[in-house]
């Protein structure tokens, strides 16, 4: 399968904080990763070195055969974003808005198509300001999506979304990636993960914890649910019964 990023040994720092320690992945074609921790674990600045909006103090970043420091460019013709606080025009037209963020791309997707399946056909006529925030957030994902991008980076992408809104997006994005498309997201939702992801890393303080497919999260623990697993692996567990 076609390895579409390989970051090695990625390592970033803020003054003395080691954000990112020594990280390496890699990341199949048409597959979906994780990328897991506490807030702070460094997952936002990893994803920020991997797209070259961030330079790493040390290591190499490779995605879709590309260097993100040099070619970005070109890079963002192939990559797309969603990102959690996403900072787009409010008093505009959801229908406007997805035909202003086409118009930007040479092979857009059809973006009423994506509409329909995200659910929120029927918002083409509203204002950005008119949608509710689980709304808003998939119409984030749309708008990621319209670029008809290769690589898709996912943060949090169904915070704040009702349970059966959550399932629906899961189904689009699995269809999605049955054909072809490479996903990369941040979760913090750990069913999320089990549905959607091929394999995962559990970043702590900066450092990878864990490396691999959710199954093998499982059996190289002691626990039997991917959350128990995840808080093991992260001691977030152990670190709030020692407050009690
Ligand atoms: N520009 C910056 N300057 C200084 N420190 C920073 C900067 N950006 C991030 N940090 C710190 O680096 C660490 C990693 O932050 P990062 O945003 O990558 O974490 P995260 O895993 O994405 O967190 P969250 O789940 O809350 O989004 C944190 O301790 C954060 O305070």
Redesign the pocket.
């Known amino acids: 399968m076609d390895e579409i990023i390989k970051v090695g040994q990625l390592t970033k720092t803020?003054?003395s904080?080691l954000?990112?320690n020594n990280l390496s992945l890699s990341v199949e074609q048409g597959t979906v990763f994780g990328?897991l921790?506490?807030?702070?674990?460094?997952?936002?600045?990893?994803?920020?070195c991997v797209l070259g909006t961030?330079t790493p103090d040390s290591g190499t970043v490779s995605i879709l055969g590309m260097n993100p420091l040099k070619d970005r460019k070109k890079l963002f013709e192939k990559v797309s974003v969603q990102f959690?606080e996403a900072n787009y025009q409010e008093q505009i037209k959801v229908g406007e808005l997805c035909e202003v963020t086409a118009c930007l791309y040479k092979a857009a997707s059809d973006y009423s198509a994506l509409l329909k399946q995200f659910g929120i056909a029927d918002k083409k006529n509203n204002l950005v300001s008119e949608l509710s925030g689980g709304e808003r957030q998939r119409l984030f994902i749309v708008l990621a999506l319209i670029p008809n991008p290769k690589v898709v980076f996912l943060?949090?992408l169904t915070t704040g979304l009702d349970a059966k809104a959550r399932r629906d997006v899961w189904k689009s994005l699995s269809e999605l990636k049955a054909k072809g498309l490479t996903i990369f997201l941040?979760s913090?939702f750990m069913d999320e993960v089990e549905v959607l992801c091929d394999k995962i890393c559990i970043?702590k303080?900066?450092q990878s914890v864990f490396y691999g497919t959710v199954a093998e999260a499982i059996s190289a623990s002691p626990c039997d649910k991917l959350e128990d697993a995840y808080l093991w692996y992260t001691d977030e567990e152990g670190e709030e019964n020692e407050n009690i």
């Not at 807030?39 to 920020?48: F, L, V």
């Open positions: 803020y003054g904080l954000a990112v990328l921790g506490a807030n702070g674990a460094g997952k936002s600045t990893t994803i920020e961030k959690q943060d949090e941040t913090h970043l303080q900066g």
